[in-house]
């Protein structure tokens, strides 16, 4: 029988209401920024375990050489 | 924020994704050894530097500014140190073509914690320097974790989507 971590210490996973899902991140240019799938235990209403994988896909811009020129 | 064109909202982030500009600085004085480095007639340490991972609360402010880590607005609770998690750091640094570029080489895992204040960025800084020298800050959708496990999966090493570059 499966346990789950829990708030209240570790419980069989049977006792417990499972939810999943995927939460897309999107920057004001619609870009996608980053993804979070997460997992939910629920125990008689109470959220008991809740842990989430968030992958990045919005990087920082690279730094870019600036060049000098000379001038006089 | 209220998209006036389409009356939804804007997500505002008071954590904002950048690279710490003190970091620009410090790698023109070899402050950050990513790799390995190579001794010179100066300089005889070639041991690469350790980082950390920091996470911080949505109403932080870490940003291009940060200097250095803070335990100030950074996420507390049952499983979290303060200071963060070791980035695991088992790819040197590499180009291709015109770009440099690293990454960390396994993605972060803050294992059985409980955040139940809302967090939505992490810091990378530099263990090995003296004051805990800022590299960067990442930002994503904002989380709270019960009782679970927060992953943070890198994007991929390469000259395109590594999380550090320089071209």
Known sequence: MAKISTKHGDMDEHLLTKRTGTDRHHDHDGSLHDTADWVEYWHN???????????????IPEMKPIIAKLVG | MLNKE???????????????????????????????????????????????????????TVDSTTTAYSATNEVSGTGYTAGGIAVTNAT????????AFWTPSASLVYTTVTLTTAFDAVLIYNTASTGNLAVSVHTFGAQTITAGTFTLTMPANDSSNALIRIA
């Not at chain 2, 040197?92 to 770009?99: C, F, I, K, L, Q």
């Open chain 2, 92 to 99: 040197a640094p590499t180009t291709s073509g015109t770009t």
């Open chain 1, 45 to 59: 209403g109470e959220l008991v375990h809740r842990s989430v994988h968030v992958t990045l896909h919005k990087i």
């Open chain 2, 6 to 60: 389409t009356g939804g909202f804007w997500l505002c982030y008071a954590n904002t994704q950048s690279m710490a500009t003190s970091f620009k600085k410090e790698i023109l004085n070899g402050s950050h050894a990513f790799g390995a480095q190579s001794a010179n007639g100066t300089r005889t340490v070639t041991t690469k530097d350790t980082f950390k991972a920091a996470l911080y609360v949505t109403t932080a």
